[in-house]
């Protein structure tokens, strides 16, 4: 892991934010992301300088994961570094606005159940997600 990769895994592991569990390179498919929250369908990544030149892949990867439902965040290297009250700031927001909401009518319903069983789960077109640089 990148430094600024070790600073983030530290405020993100043990649900250390807002109660949620992330997972560190985890694999979605034929990809790995920096970190993975299953409940949320979030991938957060840090651009350093691993990603300068492979940015067309970095999109193609995004836009891929994408239309499986996964959200994605993305922030700079220097910002974790420079910035970590910011990059939680901005985390905890999304997750504020996009946290699911308990559906008692849902409860027992072994297709619901079995969506937090896999890693790639099914599209949902009404949410896009933005490629930020």
């Given at each position: 892991?990148?430094?600024?990769?070790?600073?983030?895994?530290?405020?993100?592991?043990?649900?250390?934010?807002?109660?949620?569990?992330?997972?560190?390179?985890?694999?979605?498919?034929?990809?790995?992301?920096?970190?993975?929250?299953?409940?949320?369908?979030?991938?957060?990544?840090?651009?350093?300088?691993?990603?300068?030149?492979?940015?067309?892949?970095?999109?193609?990867?995004?836009?891929?994961?994408?239309?499986?439902?996964?959200?994605?965040?993305?922030?700079?290297?220097?910002?974790?570094?420079?910035?970590?009250?910011?990059?939680?700031?901005?985390?905890?927001?999304?997750?504020?606005?996009?946290?699911?909401?308990?559906?008692?009518?849902?409860?027992?319903?072994?297709?619901?159940?079995?969506?937090?069983?896999i890693d790639q789960p099914t599209p949902n077109p009404s949410?896009?997600?933005?490629?930020?640089?």
């Amino acid at each position: 892991m990148t430094l600024s990769e070790v600073l983030l895994w530290k405020e993100l592991k043990n649900k250390n934010l807002l109660g949620f569990d992330f997972d560190r390179q985890r694999p979605l498919g034929n990809y790995i992301v920096d970190f993975y929250c299953k409940e949320l369908f979030l991938a957060i990544e840090i651009d350093g300088d691993t990603h300068i030149y492979r940015y067309e892949y970095d999109e193609k990867r995004q836009q891929e994961l994408e239309k499986e439902g996964i959200h994605f965040l993305r922030f700079n290297d220097i910002e974790v570094k420079k910035n970590m009250t910011n990059v939680l700031r901005v985390i905890s927001n999304w997750i504020e606005m996009n946290r699911p909401t308990s559906n008692p009518s849902e409860e027992g319903n072994p297709e619901r159940n079995c969506m937090h069983d896999i890693d790639q789960p099914t599209p949902n077109p009404s949410r896009e997600g933005n490629f930020l640089k």
